[in-house]
């Protein structure tokens, strides 16, 4: 039984410490890790976190969600496609002289990739103050500063791409509101020349205007007209030549008169299709509404010009930014292995995993009756 225990303490104690530590001491291939903090800012009025009136901590519920996009865009393979260009994944990582388990080996499927560039990186967002820290291991020191600052500009890429197709979708609205607007005021412009070319009256409403002013001087005259003749026929008799020429001119004022004022109740322009008289204010009121139909189109159309203006002016503006709070720095020392600290976690793992053992087969033991 003592050789057993001896046994077990070599194969999960003794071994594997000397195993780990001569990896960590001998073989272990240095890593070195830069970092950039960063926050993702909206332009113009946000919404704010409803929790906040809970918790009271600070939000945005933009701004958080539009973090975990980036977070979970930089833990996916689309980054590293994405970043391709700027740099060689696998030449980075696939080394041949970089330790065994450290480096990328050079037939990774697309699983192995992602599983491994997954443990090089690390990004942790605080939604409190709405700022993300971003890590990257890499075995060179400048490698890990090329490969973090082309994550970020890929991420700020997706920033910007974010809100573009609602930016697109409210401009080609606009557009065909401005295109419906357009028509509505050509139609309206149209049924007014229309109206006045079958009306024969570029303004009707002035032609009253001046028939009004006609009638008040006519009446004018002929209270005039009408006082010399009592005057007159104080002094005159009936049958006296003044008396009877003052009497024709008031005779012939009250006609003219009365002639005027058939022509603001009626008018001698007919409908070529009824061959019906229209009056005079049934063609003004018509005339006002076409004006009115044609005043709204010009606003209408004024309008949807202004908000393509403006749909244009934000489609072509960036809505939202990545900005950089903490730039990445070259780093100086390595990150990994972190010595002692990486024997002191070895140690307590071998003497972890040979003591549960060793409980372990204690108590199959004794339940067995083992000597």
Same mark, same amino acid.
């Given at each position: 039984?003592?050789?057993?225990?001896?046994?077990?303490?070599?194969?999960?104690?003794?071994?594997?410490?000397?195993?780990?530590?001569?990896?960590?001491?001998?073989?272990?291939?240095?890593?070195?890790?830069?970092?950039?903090?960063?926050?993702?800012?909206?332009?113009?009025?946000?919404?704010?976190?409803?929790?906040?009136?809970?918790?009271?901590?600070?939000?945005?519920?933009?701004?958080?969600?539009?973090?975990?996009?980036?977070?979970?865009?930089?833990?996916?393979?689309?980054?590293?496609?994405?970043?391709?260009?700027?740099?060689?994944?696998?030449?980075?990582?696939?080394?041949?002289?970089?330790?065994?388990?450290?480096?990328?080996?050079?037939?990774?499927?697309?699983?192995?990739?992602?599983?491994?560039?997954?443990?090089?990186?690390?990004?942790?967002?605080?939604?409190?103050?709405?700022?993300?820290?971003?890590?990257?291991?890499?075995?060179?020191? /400048?490698? $890990?500063? =090329?490969?973090?600052? %082309? #994550?970020?500009? @890929?991420?700020?890429?997706?920033?910007?791409?974010? &809100?573009?197709?609602?930016?697109?979708?409210?401009?080609?609205?606009?557009?065909?509101?401005?295109?419906?607007?357009?028509?509505?005021?050509?139609?309206?412009?149209?049924?007014?020349?229309?109206?006045?070319?079958?009306?024969?009256?570029?303004?009707?409403?002035?032609?009253?205007?001046?028939?009004?002013?006609?009638?008040?001087?006519?009446?004018?005259?002929?209270?005039?007209?009408?006082?010399?003749?009592?005057?007159?026929?104080?002094?005159?008799?009936?049958?006296?030549?003044?008396?009877?020429?003052?009497?024709?001119?008031?005779?012939?004022?009250?006609?003219?008169?009365?002639? /005027?004022? $058939?022509? =603001?109740?009626?008018? %001698? #322009?007919?409908? @070529?299709?009824?061959?019906?008289?229209?009056?005079? &204010?049934?063609?003004?009121?018509?005339?006002?509404?076409?004006?009115?139909?044609?005043?709204?189109?010009?606003?209408?159309?004024?309008?949807?010009?202004?908000?393509?203006?403006?749909?244009?002016?934000?489609?072509?503006?960036?809505?939202?930014?990545?900005?950089?709070?903490?730039?990445?720095?070259?780093?100086?020392?390595?990150?990994?292995?972190?010595?002692?600290?990486?024997?002191?976690?070895?140690?307590?793992?071998?003497?972890?995993?040979?003591?549960?053992?060793?409980?372990?087969?204690?108590?199959?033991?004794?339940?067995?009756?083992?000597?």
């Amino acid at each position: 039984m003592k050789i057993f225990k001896s046994l077990l303490f070599w194969l999960f104690f003794i071994i594997p410490m000397a195993l780990g530590t001569t990896y960590y001491l001998k073989f272990a291939s240095e890593q070195f890790e830069a970092s950039a903090h960063f926050t993702i800012e909206k332009t113009g009025q946000t919404s704010s976190d409803p929790l906040g009136f809970l918790t009271g901590l600070p939000g945005n519920v933009s701004s958080t969600r539009d973090a975990l996009i980036i977070k979970d865009f930089i833990n996916s393979h689309e980054v590293i496609q994405r970043t391709k260009n700027e740099f060689d994944f696998k030449k980075l990582y696939a080394r041949e002289d970089k330790d065994w388990l450290s480096r990328l080996h050079s037939d990774a499927s697309k699983e192995d990739l992602l599983e491994y560039w997954q443990k090089k990186i690390s990004i942790e967002f605080d939604t409190s103050s709405g700022i993300a820290n971003l890590s990257v291991l890499a075995f060179e020191p /400048e490698d $890990a500063v =090329i490969i973090i600052k %082309s #994550i970020l500009r @890929s991420s700020e890429e997706l920033v910007n791409n974010l &809100s573009e197709k609602s930016r697109q979708d409210s401009l080609k609205f606009a557009r065909s509101e401005l295109t419906r607007a357009e028509d509505k005021l050509k139609e309206a412009r149209l049924t007014l020349k229309q109206f006045r070319d079958k009306e024969k009256a570029l303004a009707p409403e002035k032609n009253i205007e001046s028939t009004f002013s006609l009638v008040a001087s006519l009446k004018a005259e002929l209270a005039t007209a009408e006082a010399e003749l009592n005057s007159l026929r104080k002094s005159l008799q009936e049958k006296a030549p003044k008396v009877r020429a003052a009497a024709n001119k008031v005779s012939s004022l009250k006609r003219q008169i009365n002639k /005027e004022q $058939a022509k =603001i109740n009626r008018t %001698s #322009i007919k409908d @070529s299709n009824s061959q019906e008289s229209k009056t005079m &204010s049934a063609i003004v009121s018509k005339l006002e509404e076409l004006l009115t139909e044609q005043g709204f189109a010009e606003k209408s159309y004024a309008s949807a010009l202004l908000n393509l203006e403006n749909s244009r002016i934000s489609a072509t503006q960036q809505q939202r930014y990545l900005t950089i709070i903490v730039h990445p720095q070259l780093p100086e020392e390595a990150a990994k292995p972190l010595l002692p600290n990486d024997l002191i976690v070895l140690l307590l793992s071998c003497l972890l995993i040979w003591g549960i053992l060793s409980l372990i087969i204690a108590s199959i033991r004794d339940h067995a009756g083992w000597m």
